[in-house]
């Protein structure tokens, strides 16, 4: 089995040309092919998801089975 992080790594280096903006237009991430692309693709997520776990920028809570921003206030 393959190193995560060399999965999502090669996941990106398979990617097909996309666009992120519209020629002469402001960004809009919702109209973005290569955001769209990137959530499709199990590698990217789960490298994503591994990196803000590791780093504690996201933490879970065992009574809730939820995850949430480590600064997250309600």
């Known amino acids: ?3 995560p992080r060399l999965s ?5 280096r398979m990617m097909p040309p996309l666009r ?3 020629p002469g237009e402001p960004f809009e991430p919702s109209t973005s092919d ?5 959530a499709t693709q199990p590698e990217l ?3 994503l998801f591994e990196r803000l776990r590791n780093r504690k920028l ?5 009574a809730t ?4 921003g ?5």
Do not use: E, Y
Request: net charge positive.
């Open 65 to 68: 089975g939820q995850w949430r």
């Open 45 to 47: 997520q789960a490298w």
């Open 1 to 3: 089995m393959k190193h």
């Open 8 to 12: 999502a790594l090669d996941t990106a």
């Open 34 to 38: 290569l955001l769209k692309w990137i």
């Open 70 to 74: 480590k600064d997250w206030k309600p």
């Open 20 to 22: 992120h903006r519209l």
């Open 58 to 62: 996201i933490v879970f809570n065992s």
